[in-house]
């Protein structure tokens, strides 16, 4: 059992990485500006903060006393607040977070990046050299969020080179989110249920159709935090599914959205998705236990039951 700070713990995937490391075994405390009333948080510590504030964010965690640290604050979405604020908040709250974690002297300190760094749905265009696009795909931000994301990366490398590998780091870059309460029909981030996403690729296409479930997300930091001390340091990872999010081959969706992309796509035949886990499954020996198809087809027949 280790003692996790989660920054962000209140938010969207907060409330889901905080209940599933506290269901394995954890003790789990939440840094927020919110405190937050869901029930994934009952009995979970909550600290209310404002972690723009680096000196108050670094007292805080050395308080916390704390194994590891898994930083999720952010300005989530891109386009949600001006370029200049999304760029200066989430790359500040990366140096008063991460750097806090460090001053602390927690050993592990993990950040969630974003797919997003890749720059798909560039308004100039965008075409990969290669699909699946993994974490040897070159980074071409195209947006404050993308480009924020980037800079959490980096400063995880950064420090790592300040303390060598007497702390251990990894940056995480999860896919498209989906709750649990998500499958059974709630609004997803982009305000679409899943269904909807389905249903019409144009809503899932600026994501390139890519999903992974929270609970996998949870499993997944779990995973890496464990696996950190044998793994090399600094490492970025894909947490995806193991499929895409469309009914339709990639091999036809993708090209459809995202012009230029035909040969390079050809490869995404059957349910495969454009981002690999691969290197997930290789170095840490995770592998998502959550698809839409079974998710679906889970709520289907309990519906038809209580019908
Ligand atoms: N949800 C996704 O699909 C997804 C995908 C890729 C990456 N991510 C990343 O995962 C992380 C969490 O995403 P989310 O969807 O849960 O977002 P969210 O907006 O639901 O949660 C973010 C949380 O951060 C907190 N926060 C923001 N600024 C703060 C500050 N200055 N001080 C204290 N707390 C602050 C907010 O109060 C909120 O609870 C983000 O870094 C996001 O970029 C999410």
Redo the contacts with the bound molecule.
């Keep these: 059992m280790s003692r996790i700070v989660v920054?962000?713990g209140?938010?969207?995937?907060?409330r889901s990485l905080v209940a599933g490391l506290a269901a394995r075994g954890h003790e789990v405390v939440s840094?927020?500006?919110?405190t937050s009333a869901a029930p994934e948080l009952d009995g979970v510590e909550q600290v209310a903060?404002?972690?723009?504030d680096a000196d108050t964010t670094a007292s805080a965690l050395r308080d916390a006393r704390a194994d590891a640290l898994v930083h999720?604050?952010?300005?989530?979405?891109p386009f949600s607040a001006p370029e200049d604020v999304i760029l200066r908040?989430n790359s500040g709250?990366a140096a008063s977070v991460l750097g806090g974690g460090v001053t602390a002297g927690i050993p592990k300190i993990v950040a969630?990046?974003?797919?997003t760094v890749l720059g798909y749905g560039a308004p100039a265009g965008w075409v990969p050299e290669r699909f699946p696009l993994d974490e040897e795909t070159t980074p071409r931000p195209w947006n404050a969020y993308g480009l924020s994301?980037l800079v959490i990366e980096q400063s995880i490398r950064m420090l790592q080179r300040q303390t060598g590998d007497a702390v251990r780091y990894a940056a995480f870059?999860?896919?498209?989110?989906i709750a649990p309460e998500e499958w059974a029909g709630a609004v997803t981030?982009q305000g679409h249920t899943v269904r909807e996403r389905l249903d019409d690729p144009a809503l899932s296409a600026p994501a390139v159709f890519n999903y992974v479930d929270a609970r996998d997300v949870a499993a997944f930091t779990d995973r890496l935090l464990e696996a950190l001390p044998g793994i090399p340091n600094a490492e970025t990872f894909f947490v995806s599914a193991d499929d895409a999010l469309a009914r339709l081959p990639l091999a036809e969706l993708v090209p459809r959205f995202f012009p230029g992309t035909e040969e390079a796509a050809s490869v995404l035949t059957g349910t495969a998705p454009a981002f690999s886990n691969a290197k997930a499954k290789r170095l840490l020996g995770w592998t998502p236990a959550h698809d839409w198809r079974t998710e679906l087809a889970r709520i289907d027949t309990r519906t038809d039951v209580t019908a």
């Excluded at 969630?112 to 797919?115: C, D, F, I, R, T």
């Design positions: 920054t962000g209140a938010g969207r995937l907060g840094f927020d500006r919110d903060i404002d972690l723009s999720l604050a952010a300005i989530a979405v908040t709250l969630a990046s974003s797919p994301k870059r999860p896919c498209y989110v981030q």
